[in-house]
């Protein structure tokens, strides 16, 4: 499933919730605000809509890097729900009681990939060419974020990540990385997969098998003391719904890996 794909499902839930009668009075619940990851962005804001259409509270997303969402939530940011690119941040928030353990769950799995702009005549068939002279720029997510921790793993695994440290520029997010790469001002980037899709500006050079890197884990939970809870719980349920997996299988996301237990 493309972007033009994702995007006009979003816009038929969209509508779909437009029509649908609104329920009034102090029982209707509002709005649920969900946290999540950027890398999720098209396939969520999809699966949202799908869920408001079927009669459920609508969705308001805010997308951003796991590490900077965990921290507004630590700091009492009103969310209903937390997506993270990674484990390590949704353990910070649940060894400091900011989540619901109990609804925690793995939802979904990536991969992560080496790209340049569309129509590059730059040789990149292997990490090692990362290191070529023509690679001025290397564009990764953060060192605290989840795309910038994967990739930095993936690079030292594979032994370039010393040649190529020098020439690492580094984003907010991993939709800042891809940008980057998209308007040519970085010769190659590492991004999850399911990113490259999106943008028709950027060509996969190369794909970093699964063992060079940490498990790319999407864990979900409801925040503590959330103002919707159930209905964030519910929205959690039907996000690993066979109707949900349709969206996130179409984007380029695989089922969450197995991982050893925290």
């Known amino acids: ?19 649908r009668p609104q329920s009034a009075g102090a029982g209707a619940p509002g709005p649920l605000v969900v946290l999540a990851a950027s890398s999720l962005t098209e396939s969520l804001q999809a699966v949202g809509a799908a869920w408001a259409a079927r009669g459920h509270p609508p969705v ?3 997308f951003d890097a796991s590490s900077r969402l965990a921290r507004q939530v630590e700091m ?7 997506f993270s690119a990674d484990r390590e941040w949704m353990d910070y928030l649940e060894e400091r009681r900011r989540i619901d353990p109990a609804t925690r769950a793995d939802l979904l799995g ?5 790209i340049r702009p569309l129509g590059s005549t730059l ?3 292997s990490p090692g060419d990362l290191a070529a002279p023509g690679v001025r720029r290397l564009a990764l997510a953060g060192e605290n974020v989840p795309a910038g921790r994967y990739a930095r793993a993936a690079l030292g695994s594979v032994g370039v990540w010393g040649a190529v440290q020098s020439r690492v520029v580094s984003g907010d997010n991993v939709r800042t990385v891809l940008g980057w790469v998209a308007a040519g001002e970085a010769e190659a980037g590492v991004v999850y997969r399911t990113d490259a899709r999106v943008e028709r500006k950027v060509e ?3 794909t970093f098998p699964a063992g060079t890197h940490p498990p790319i884990v999407y864990p979900m939970a409801v925040v503590a003391g959330a103002a919707h809870a159930q209905a964030a719980a519910d929205f959690l349920a039907y996000c690993r719904s066979a ?10 996301f695989t089922a969450p890996p197995r991982v050893d237990p925290r």
């Open 1 to 19: 499933m493309d972007r033009r794909h994702l995007l006009c499902l979003y816009a038929l839930g969209a509508a779909l919730l437009a029509l």
């Open 60 to 62: 308001t997303f805010s």
């Open 76 to 82: 009492g940011a009103p969310a209903d729900a937390f």
């Open 110 to 114: 990536n991969v992560l990939v080496a």
């Open 123 to 125: 040789a990149l068939r």
């Open 204 to 206: 996969v050079a190369y």
């Open 243 to 252: 109707e949900a997996w349709v969206v996130f299988d179409g984007a380029g």
